[in-house]
């Protein structure tokens, strides 16, 4: 890798030893995959992945006290993905018991954070780029971020430029304030090298098309057209109708970015690049991949069921991975209440967990639905469902959710939109699960 005066100092210790390391560990990173050169990161914030105070991981802390005590910090303020745990959402005395175990260094890390450069204590959520959050990009910005769901949103939606980076190596970035120039850094690397033609006779579920592009494309980037049909040609957050465009792709690509490896995608008439290039972003003899609802069903219907007993009742219902936006929050709550009036229930069952940014649930807070919501049993909560599932204890709970992250990287069981409707407030039959399982 060619480097600057300034970057071939700093990796010979004129800032430092410690500063060298982390220079040293992006050269690896980079010429590992092929990067020619360094380029400044030029997006306002940072955003970590690693929120999390696992007490296994006693490397990372050491690393971060390394860090701190050399004075290394990021020359960005960051952002930080939504935390593990939340006393709002139910756990019983051995789950409780077991979180406090496995999550200890909760506070020691995030205090470890505050003084790297956490941006606030309400940092905490994947959606960092919702505008009550504030961390959002601007088109060309480069990022050194590794959150998928942000990563592809970021790429996506908003123009800028990031690599699917891997946890520390994103902060490493942060603080040297470049990055090695590679794949979704580079015109080349963003040029689509799938053609999805959307031919769906309804809207497709985001969350079932993002998966079924993820699946095919895994890591390549696909450009997908006939989707503009179904949600407008606006992705300006200051409309109703751009809001609700951008929503649905962040849903979309986080399930592409984890049923598959997707880290940028193109939408036909709609996304930044896919508008200013339009088929010249496509890669020669891009092969096409069709859907239509019939194959979007089939993606579904292959979904395993895990759990020991598929009839079993859900337990929890988890609705937010990645976080919901403020006009989610509002659609859900329309939506829960119509369906409990619909059958004169007054509570949800099971248990559902709204996930929202911690900024976003204090705007929701300040809105009538809120109490509604509450009212309905539901709990609102700024946690990662992820997070909350992945240990031996929950992973044995029935858990339903409409987010096919979760499905992916838990023992969830993933139903559509419409489904989660049915099944909490009973307006599908008893709402047991296996009812509405088609
Ligand atoms: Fe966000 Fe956690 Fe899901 S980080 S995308 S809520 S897995």
Redesign the pocket.
């Known amino acids: 890798m060619k480097l600057t005066k300034e970057e071939a100092g700093i990796l010979a210790g004129e800032k430092g030893e410690v500063m060298a390391r982390v220079m040293k560990t992006l050269v690896m990173y980079g010429e590992t995959f092929g990067a020619e050169k360094m380029v400044p990161v030029t997006g306002a914030s940072g955003h970590l ?1 690693t ?1 999390f105070g696992l007490s296994v991981m006693k490397p990372l802390y050491a690393l971060m006290d390394t860090l701190i005590r050399a004075g290394v910090f990021s020359s960005q303020k960051f952002t930080v ?2 935390r593990p745990l939340d006393i709002n959402v139910p756990v019983n005395l051995a789950q409780k018991i077991f979180f406090g175990i496995m999550y200890s260094k909760q506070a020691a890390y995030e205090e470890q954070l505050r003084r790297l450069g956490l941006v606030n204590d309400d940092g905490f ?3 960092c780029y919702m505008g009550e959050v504030g961390n959002i990009p601007q088109k060309g910005d480069v990022l050194s971020w590794a ?4 990563v592809v949103y970021a790429n996506s939606v908003l123009g800028a430029r990031c690599n699917r980076n891997s946890g520390i190596i994103e902060l490493f970035g942060s603080i040297a304030g470049r990055v090695p120039c590679f794949g979704l850094l580079t015109d080349e690397g963003r040029r689509a090298a799938w053609i999805i033609e959307v031919r769906t006779k309804q809207k497709p579920e985001a969350q079932l098309l993002g998966s079924a592009v993820g699946m095919k494309v895994m890591e390549a980037v696909p450009f997908i057209r006939g989707l503009d049909q179904w949600i407008g040609r606006d992705l300006n957050r200051n409309t109703e109708a751009g809001r609700a465009a951008a929503d649905y792709l962040k849903d979309m690509g ?1 399930a592409a970015a ?1 049923n598959g490896a997707v880290g940028l995608y193109h939408v036909e008439n709609l996304t930044p690049e896919a508008k200013a290039l339009c088929s010249r972003l496509i890669l020669k003899k891009a092969p096409v991949y069709v859907i239509d609802d019939a194959e979007l069903e089939r993606v579904k219907r292959n979904y395993p069921c895990i759990w020991k007993d598929p009839a079993a009742e859900p337990k929890l219902c988890f609705v ?4 919901l936006s403020l006009d989610q929050l509002k659609a859900w709550t329309a939506g829960v209440l119509s369906g409990l009036e619909r059958t004169g229930r007054r509570k949800l069952s099971p248990v559902t967990v709204f ?1 929202a940014a911690p900024a976003v649930l204090k705007e929701f807070r300040r809105l009538p639905e809120a109490e509604k919501l509450r009212k309905a049993g539901a709990v609102v909560s700024d ?5 909350y599932m992945n240990n031996p204890l929950c992973g044995k709970m029935p858990v339903i959710t409409n ?1 096919n ?2 499905r992916t ?1 838990t023992s969830s069981r993933y139903y559509t939109d419409d489904e989660i409707i049915a099944i909490i407030t009973g307006s599908g039959g008893t709402g047991s699960a296996a009812e509405v399982e088609r």
């Open positions: 992945v929120s993905d939504p959520t994947c959606t959150e998928s769901s942000a986080a984890s937010g991975c990645p976080h996930t946690i990662c469902p992820l997070m987010s992250k979760l990287y």
